[in-house]
C-alpha cells in the first residue's frame, strides 16, 4: 500500500495493490487521517471493493489541510483490521 501527497491541491493519493499470484479476493476500502490522531477520526471511501490477485484499488482525496501536518493512509480489510502505510507530508 502507497500513500503520498506532492501538494494540497493535488490531493493525498493511497493505492493499495494486491499481490499477483494465488490466493483469494479480500474486500477492502482505503481511506486516510492524520498521522497524529486516532483512527477514529479516519476519512473512509464510502464504497467497499473485492480486491483479486493482480487487481488495485486507489482514491484520492483533495485536502483543505496545511502541508505542516503528517499523514497516514489506510487499508480496512473486512475481518482483517486496519493497515497503516508510514507517515507521509508535502
Known amino acids: 500500500m502507497n500513500a503520498f501527497q506532492k501538494a494540497p491541491s493535488q490531493g ?3 493505492r493499495y495493490d494486491k499481490n499477483k499470484g494465488s490466493g483469494s479476493a479480500i474486500t477492502a476500502r482505503l481511506g486516510w487521517k492524520r498521522a497524529d490522531k486516532s483512527d477514529s477520526t ?8 473485492s480486491v483479486g490477485p493482480g487487481q488495485y484499488i486507489k482514491n484520492t482525496w483533495h485536502l483543505s489541510y496545511p502541508c505542516n501536518y503528517k499523514w497516514v493512509g489506510l487499508l480496512q480489510v ?3 483490521g486496519i493497515f497503516r502505510t508510514p507517515d507521509t507530508a508535502c
Open 78 to 80: 473486512s475481518g482483517q
Open 42 to 49: 479516519a476519512t473512509w471511501d464510502s464504497t467497499w471493493y
Open 12 to 14: 493525498f493519493l493511497v
